[in-house]
């Protein structure tokens, strides 16, 4: 059996190693685009930040792949030839597959506005874009961060502690709009406010000039101008469709990634997908969704290579989750934190202590969703009592009083304790 | 190391919260909580000040074992001038309050002063912040601490508080932390309602810290395992807590009865730890749940029990079906034998009422035998008691007073004195169960003659725990003595006072020493605190307490007149049981105790005592 | 073969010793703020219920990593958190469905238990026998393992 993997982000990778562990006869070559080691993006603030080397953002220790067994190709997939069952590398060169993974991951969008081809104009997605923002991110460099989504804000604390002097430009009404509510995007706005970084909500901006020689004016609504030495853009990711926009004869089926079933198998029946690049399904509404994130592209990376050699694992869907440090405030999010129809919401906010907790149940008091602002401890339980679908019973009236109880309540409602359903008095 | 060397100081008059260095000098001393505390308290309160009045302070004390790995190191102590008493007060708890305040940071809190309206205090690590409580005031512990866990919603805060009891001025109020251990006795939750002070609510991540890490790891496993293989810390106390010693004081005929009427109680078995442990016949399920560990303990004597659902008490009171603190010892005396009365589950409702509302059981139950006697004898009537029919064994007149109590309605008012003052007001003195204000506990002093001058000498009034002879007389720890006879008593009292002062200023807990001696204690100390703790040095160091203590009272106008005993101990001979026909022999035992303590015959400690002890 | 905590809650007084003896073992302070396994108090229910990672065998926490900080022990099993290697970046907090790796503002890095390289000291300090460190057979904590399997999302068999 012949697998290739188009891809080495978290979720190739993991297919990787969970082919070679479930059919240690079979070729697993894993395919690299970029000429660097496999590496993780998500390491690449700290990098900025000076929290690592770069070889501390390696996914995995030199000679980890040989020693599996893994070909690692440094070669990016070009296209397939889905009947034939073959795909082209970049050096012309073909090969053949019995099974095909791709995991080819999300790249950042460019906004439509003028400029964003100017020297200084970053995204912050590869490691030759952490080492383009490092030339010019230097201390009392001013710059400008284009968008505060959850990228943004990773970028942000690495700029900062860089020593910038910086400026945000987010064209909604709050910071990580996808992750917090306005209570807690409010909160994260004024954190960071009082550590020095001037934050600008529900302004766009329109374009971007030289005006030096090495300085950029940055043009918003309202006619303000941000002088700036470096914008880094991290407006959003959109899934790297390449090679499926590449099929004229025949491609797979695609929403707003490629769509797979519960086997993460695509709509070409030796074709996988996993990771940021496909169009999944909700957990909770089994409603299609893609959510671009890490705990989600491994667990998919692994479901689709066991199903690729043949164990049928069925993934019971994606369960959005993010957790953020901004300078010190961890802001976490979970499941449907804006809630669902016929559900009910707890919220519990100390803006004075950047504190707050809002907790979504749906009709059957099952918790759905959550929100987290400065309270870090055991906040995984949150998505234990996610993916528990079990009504709360006595413990949904307690986390209504007291949310702050959640890993407790986790853990009564585990089997070895016998309080899951202890209603007291 | 062992202290975090940081004090708080709070002006409720002024509302401020100010850390200041611990006095190391007084430390070296005192080593920390009943020691130190009382240090601070001799030096900057005036012995002579009203306990009620603004000028009295009260002083939240952990010691340097507090919040370690040393088993049972989670006690603090409240020192104060006692409401009951006017003696100094000195009230020892367990739970998890006091380790939660030295992982804080802290060694100890003084709260001085006054509040205008009522308030509480939180502590998170260095931050103290003095919080409005209208909306706390009036509420019971209980609820308190639910309500401070709604505002703050940090589910690991530790909570101190006072009930219904301490706002009501009851003088027995109680300090009560973690639901349902207390700081007890002496009225120390009076103080903290005349300062209008509602709870302490404590949360510490900082960590403790000790001198030589190693050494005091060794040290103290070694030790724990002594507490493990003990008959009564490794097998009694975790079965039946202190309730173990029901049915075994009973047999010996020094279980006070009836107001000390009898020494012997016929319900004894009944309410006995044996007896909660049985599976009662409406539900099949025993009174006690389980047994719960102090912080740091590895003894776990507490009681946890549940209250059958269908008796006639709780019926209706869905609130009092969960599982709470449980009857011990001293409490099911009180409330049982001391009023004659039986019923299980009625005392444990008052056990549960007492612990939400901050009272003491062993000065409740004492004062409402009292009045049962005054309404036998007819030195008061049903028009006193408001319709009460106060006899001896009325289960209905503890659980409706208990609660009045709590509240200061209708005759509750009266109990909430104390026994003293109720005896006094109604023309029988001789009625009340007390030395120097306070109630007596559960050990008769005519079948356990040690006790007579355990209660009689004891600086914060009658009092079992400030030299615990039972453990040599009836347990032979640590070595047999006869309950009977006088003799080497005195001698005894002395020992074990100085001792226990010891173990009160370390952060451990008495109980170890059914199995521990100072010389298991020393090394514990000596490896979690700077300096040289050699046991001469803490047996000097107990001693010195001991009549710091002394000359606090002297100060507040004690006198040897007040190292009595009611007159029933003295002069009527117990009417049943081994001890049959015996009184205590105090005035044999008082003239040798004191010469023992190097005190004159009006037992005030002479110069040279004072000058050997460094006073 | 490799031993496993067994948790039984039923023994537990809670007396917070593990969280001591843990909090001491990695961080040289009594501190059960900083320790990995933590006693979880059921007051009305008057129930302790000692709690910490089940070293899970498809572990959540390891997978989400980015960076391979969390490595199997190979003589404990144990999911260990590699200092070193930890980039501060939480995901495995949120990964984790027990809650039971935390972040560590102090140094920065996440803290999960890691059976203390084969000698717990939570088992070693317990004086009940509530925690013990046992050949990995049918413990109670097998049990919350076969719980979590049930209500895992991440993958489920089908027939």
């Given at each position: 059996?012949?697998?290739?993997?188009?891809?080495?982000?978290?979720?190739?990778?993991?297919?990787?190693?969970?082919?070679?562990?479930?059919?240690?006869?079979?070729?697993?070559?894993?395919?690299?685009?970029?000429?660097?080691?496999?590496?993780?993006?998500?390491?690449?603030?700290?990098?900025?930040?000076?929290?690592?080397?770069?070889?501390?953002?390696?996914?995995?220790?030199?000679?980890?792949?040989?020693?599996?067994?893994?070909?690692?190709?440094?070669?990016?997939?070009?296209?397939?030839?889905?009947?034939?069952?073959?795909?082209?590398?970049?050096?012309?060169?073909?090969?053949?597959?019995?099974?095909?993974?791709?995991?080819?991951?999300?790249?950042?969008?460019?906004?439509?506005?003028?400029?964003?081809?100017?020297?200084?104009?970053?995204?912050?997605?590869?490691?030759?874009?952490?080492?383009?923002?490092?030339?010019?991110?230097?201390?009392?460099?001013?710059?400008?961060?284009?968008?505060?989504?959850?990228?943004?804000?990773?970028?942000?604390?690495?700029?900062?502690?860089?020593?910038?002097?910086?400026?945000?430009?987010?064209?909604?009404?709050?910071?990580?709009?996808?992750?917090?509510?306005?209570?807690?995007?409010?909160?994260?706005?004024?954190?960071?406010?009082?550590?020095?970084?001037?934050?600008?909500?529900?302004?766009?901006?329109?374009?971007?000039?030289?005006?030096?020689?090495?300085?950029?004016?940055?043009?918003?609504?309202?006619?303000?101008?941000?002088?700036?030495?470096?914008?880094?853009?991290?407006?959003?990711?959109?899934?790297?469709?390449?090679?499926?926009?590449?099929?004229?004869?025949?491609?797979?089926?695609?929403?707003?990634?490629?769509?797979?079933?519960?086997?993460?198998?695509?709509?070409?029946?030796?074709?996988?997908?996993?990771?940021?690049?496909?169009?999944?399904?909700?957990?909770?509404?089994?409603?299609?969704?893609?959510?671009?994130?890490?705990?989600?592209?491994?667990?998919?990376?692994?479901?689709?290579?066991?199903?690729?050699?043949?164990?049928?694992?069925?993934?019971?869907?994606?369960?959005?989750?993010?957790?953020?440090?901004?300078?010190?405030?961890?802001?976490?999010?979970?499941?449907?934190?804006?809630?669902?129809?016929?559900?009910?919401?707890?919220?519990?906010?100390?803006?004075?202590?950047?504190?707050?907790?809002?907790?979504?149940?749906?009709?059957?008091?099952?918790?759905?969703?959550?929100?987290?602002?400065?309270?870090?401890?055991?906040?995984?339980?949150?998505?234990?009592?996610?993916?528990?679908?079990?009504?709360?019973?006595?413990?949904?009236?307690?986390?209504?009083?007291?949310?702050?109880?959640?890993?407790?309540?986790?853990?009564?409602?585990?089997?070895?304790?016998?309080?899951?359903?202890?209603?007291?008095? | 190391?062992?202290?975090?060397?940081?004090?708080?100081?709070v002006n409720l008059t002024?509302g401020?919260?100010?850390?200041?260095?611990?006095?190391?000098?007084?430390?070296?001393?005192?080593?920390?909580q009943r020691?130190?505390a009382t240090?601070y308290l001799t030096?900057e309160v005036d012995p002579r000040v009203d306990p009620l009045s603004p000028d009295n302070k009260l002083i939240f004390a952990t010691?340097?074992?507090?919040?370690?790995?040393?088993?049972?190191?989670?006690r603090y102590s409240v020192i104060t001038k006692g409401a009951l008493t006017g003696a100094i007060a000195c009230s020892n708890s367990g739970g998890y309050f006091g380790?939660?305040l030295?992982?804080?940071?802290?060694?100890m809190v003084i709260v001085e002063g006054q509040a205008r309206e009522p308030v509480y205090l939180l502590v998170?690590?260095?931050?103290?912040?003095l919080l409005h409580a209208g909306e706390l005031w009036g509420q019971s512990v209980w609820e308190t601490h639910q309500r401070i866990h709604d505002i703050?919603?940090?589910?690991?805060l530790k909570i101190a508080a006072i009930g219904q009891a301490g706002e009501n001025g009851v003088l027995f109020a109680c300090i009560v932390n973690d639901l349902h251990r207390a700081a007890g006795r002496s009225g120390v939750g009076a103080v903290m309602g005349a300062k209008r002070l509602k709870a302490v609510a404590v949360?510490?991540?900082?960590?403790?810290?000790?001198?030589?890490?190693?050494?005091?790891?060794?040290?103290?496993?070694?030790?724990?395992?002594?507490?493990?293989?003990?008959?009564?810390?490794?097998?009694?106390?975790?079965?039946?807590g202190t309730q173990?010693?029901m049915?075994?004081?009973?047999?010996?005929?020094?279980l006070p009865t009836r107001n000390a009427r009898?020494?012997?109680f016929?319900?004894?078995?009944?309410i006995?730890?044996?007896?909660?442990?049985?599976?009662?016949?409406?539900?099949?399920?025993?009174n006690?749940?389980?047994?719960q560990?102090c912080?740091?303990?590895?003894?776990?004597?507490g009681r946890v029990s549940?209250i059958?659902?269908?008796h006639y008490v709780v019926?209706n009171k869905p609130e009092y079906w969960k599982a709470s603190g449980g009857l011990e010892y001293e409490n099911a005396w009180a409330m049982g034998a001391d009023t004659g009365i039986d019923d299980l589950e009625a005392m444990t409702y008052a056990n549960f009422v007492c612990n939400e509302q901050g009272m003491d059981p062993i000065s409740f139950g004492a004062t409402l035998a009292a009045a049962m006697e005054l309404y036998e004898t007819g030195a008061i009537t049903q028009e006193d008691t408001g319709g009460i029919e106060l006899r001896f064994g009325n289960t209905d007149a503890l659980v409706t007073l208990v609660e009045q109590t709590a509240r200061g309605e209708g005759f509750g008012r009266e109990l909430g004195l104390g026994s003293k003052r109720l005896c006094e007001k109604y023309g029988r003195p001789e009625l009340s169960m007390t030395v120097k204000g306070q109630e007596f506990p559960a050990y008769d002093p005519?079948?356990?003659?040690?006790m007579?001058?355990t209660y009689a000498t004891s600086n914060r009034g009658a009092c079992h725990l400030r030299?615990y002879?039972?453990?040599?007389?009836?347990?032979?720890?640590?070595?047999?003595?006869?309950?009977?006879?006088?003799?080497?008593?005195?001698?005894?009292?002395?020992?074990?006072?100085?001792?226990?002062?010891?173990?009160d200023?370390?952060?451990?807990c008495l109980?170890?020493?059914?199995?521990?001696?100072?010389?298991?204690?020393?090394?514990?100390?000596?490896?979690?605190?700077?300096?040289?703790?050699?046991?001469?040095?803490?047996?000097?160091?107990?001693?010195?307490?001991?009549?710091?203590e002394?000359?606090f009272n002297?100060?507040a106008g004690f006198?040897?007149?007040d190292d009595r005993l009611p007159e029933r101990l003295?002069?009527?001979?117990?009417?049943?049981?081994?001890?049959?026909?015996?009184?205590?022999?105090?005035?044999?035992?008082?003239?040798?105790?004191?010469?023992?303590?190097?005190?004159?015959?009006?037992?005030?400690?002479?110069?040279?005592?004072?000058?050997?002890?460094?006073? | 073969?490799?031993?496993?905590?067994?948790?039984?809650?039923?023994?537990?007084?809670?007396?917070?010793?593990?969280?001591?003896?843990?909090?001491?073992?990695?961080?040289?302070?009594?501190?059960?703020?900083?320790?990995?396994?933590?006693?979880?108090?059921?007051h009305d229910?008057?129930?302790?219920?000692?709690?910490?990672?089940?070293?899970?065998?498809?572990?959540?926490?390891?997978?989400?990593?980015?960076?391979?900080?969390?490595?199997?022990?190979?003589?404990?099993?144990?999911?260990?958190?590699?200092?070193?290697?930890?980039?501060?970046?939480?995901?495995?907090?949120?990964?984790?469905?027990?809650?039971?790796?935390?972040?560590?503002?102090?140094?920065?890095?996440?803290?999960?238990?890691?059976?203390?390289?084969?000698?717990?000291?939570?088992?070693?300090?317990?004086?009940?026998?509530?925690?013990?460190?046992?050949?990995?057979?049918?413990?109670?904590?097998?049990?919350?393992?076969?719980?979590?399997?049930?209500?895992?999302?991440?993958?489920?068999?089908?027939?």
């Open positions: 059996m012949r697998y290739l993997i188009a891809g080495a982000g978290p979720a190739g990778v993991v297919a990787a190693e969970t082919l070679r562990r479930a059919d240690p006869q079979a070729t697993v070559r894993l395919f690299c685009g970029e000429q660097e080691p496999v590496y993780s993006r998500m390491a690449i603030p700290y990098l900025l930040a000076h929290k690592i080397d770069e070889r501390g953002t390696w996914l995995r220790e030199p000679g980890h792949f040989e020693a599996l067994g893994i070909e690692l190709v440094h070669q990016r997939i070009e296209s397939v030839e889905w009947d034939t069952h073959t795909v082209r590398r970049a050096d012309g060169q073909r090969e053949h597959y019995d099974r095909l993974l791709i995991a080819t991951g999300a790249r950042p969008a460019t906004p439509p506005v003028p400029g964003m081809d100017l020297p200084g104009v970053r995204h912050c997605w590869t490691l030759g874009d952490a080492r383009a923002i490092a030339a010019r991110a230097r201390p009392g460099s001013r710059v400008v961060l284009m968008g505060a989504g959850f990228i943004g804000c990773i970028i942000l604390e690495a700029l900062v502690l860089r020593g910038v002097r910086l400026t945000v430009i987010e064209a909604e009404d709050r910071m990580v709009p996808r992750m917090m509510d306005a209570t807690g995007g409010a909160m994260l706005q004024a954190w960071c406010e009082r550590k020095g970084v001037r934050v600008h909500t529900a302004t766009q901006v329109l374009g971007v000039e030289r005006a030096g020689s090495d300085t950029l004016a940055v043009h918003c609504e309202h006619g303000a101008v941000h002088p700036a030495e470096l914008l880094v853009v991290a407006t959003g990711v959109l899934p790297n469709l390449d090679l499926v926009a590449d099929g004229t004869r025949l491609s797979l089926e695609t929403g707003r990634g490629i769509r797979v079933d519960p086997w993460q198998r695509s709509s070409d029946p030796d074709v996988f997908a996993a990771g940021d690049v496909c169009e999944s399904v909700d957990w909770y509404s089994g409603e299609r969704a893609v959510y671009a994130i890490q705990p989600a592209a491994v667990e998919q990376g692994r479901i689709a290579a066991l199903n690729m050699c043949g164990r049928p694992v069925r993934y019971a869907g994606a369960l959005p989750m993010n957790i953020l440090d901004t300078l010190g405030l961890v802001t976490v999010s979970f499941g449907h934190w804006a809630g669902v129809p016929g559900g009910e919401s707890v919220r519990r906010a100390e803006p004075g202590r950047s504190r707050y907790l809002r907790l979504e149940f749906d009709e059957r008091d099952r918790l759905v969703g959550a929100i987290v602002v400065g309270l870090p401890e055991h906040v995984g339980v949150l998505r234990g009592l996610l993916q528990r679908r079990a009504p709360l019973g006595a413990w949904k009236a307690r986390l209504a009083r007291s949310p702050t109880r959640i890993a407790e309540a986790f853990v009564a409602c585990t089997a070895t304790t016998g309080l899951g359903d202890a209603a007291s008095p | 190391m062992g202290w975090q060397r940081k004090i708080l100081r002024e401020t919260c100010t850390p200041e260095p611990l006095n190391m000098d007084w430390a070296m001393q005192y080593l920390g020691g130190l240090k030096e010691g340097p074992l507090t919040g370690t790995a040393a088993s049972t190191g989670g380790a939660e030295k992982n804080a940071g802290w060694d998170e690590d260095d931050e103290a912040r703050h919603q940090d589910p690991l949360r510490g991540t900082r960590g403790v810290r000790v001198d030589d890490p190693q050494r005091f790891l060794q040290v103290t496993t070694e030790k724990k395992r002594i507490l493990a293989e003990n008959a009564v810390t490794g097998q009694g106390l975790p079965t039946y173990v010693l049915n075994v004081v009973n047999e010996i005929g020094a009898d020494v012997q016929e319900g004894a078995a009944h006995s730890g044996e007896a909660m442990r049985e599976p009662r016949p409406t539900d099949g399920r025993p006690l749940v389980t047994n560990a912080f740091g303990c590895t003894i776990a004597c549940r059958d659902k269908t019926r005519r079948g356990i003659q040690g007579g001058l030299s002879t039972v453990a040599s007389e009836v347990l032979g720890i640590p070595e047999k003595t006869d309950p009977l006879v006088p003799d080497g008593k005195p001698a005894l009292v002395k020992a074990f006072q100085d001792a226990t002062a010891v173990v200023s370390s952060g451990l109980f170890t020493t059914f199995a521990w001696t100072l010389d298991d204690i020393q090394p514990q100390i000596d490896a979690a605190c700077e300096g040289d703790w050699s046991l001469e040095r803490l047996l000097e160091m107990g001693e010195r307490i001991w009549n710091l002394r000359q002297l100060a006198t040897g007149a003295v002069k009527e001979p117990a009417r049943q049981g081994p001890a049959k026909g015996l009184t205590n022999q105090l005035g044999k035992m008082l003239p040798e105790y004191y010469a023992l303590r190097g005190w004159n015959e009006q037992g005030e400690p002479t110069p040279e005592t004072l000058q050997r002890l460094g006073l | 073969m490799l031993k496993a905590l067994s948790i039984v809650p039923d023994k537990c007084t809670g007396c917070m010793q593990c969280e001591l003896a843990c909090s001491y073992e990695h961080e040289g302070v009594f501190n059960p703020a900083r320790s990995r396994i933590r006693v979880f108090h059921f229910e008057a129930r302790y219920v000692p709690y910490t990672c089940t070293q899970c065998a498809e572990a959540w926490c390891q997978l989400a990593c980015p960076v391979e900080a969390i490595q199997i022990n190979p003589h404990t099993g144990a999911k260990e958190v590699i200092e070193n290697l930890c980039v501060g970046c939480k995901v495995c907090t949120i990964a984790c469905p027990f809650g039971t790796v935390n972040y560590n503002q102090a140094t920065g890095k996440v803290i999960k238990c890691d059976l203390c390289g084969g000698d717990p000291a939570c088992a070693r300090y317990c004086p009940t026998g509530a925690i013990t460190y046992v050949d990995a057979d049918l413990t109670a904590y097998e049990r919350m393992r076969m719980w979590a399997a049930r209500t895992d999302t991440q993958a489920q068999a089908s027939a």
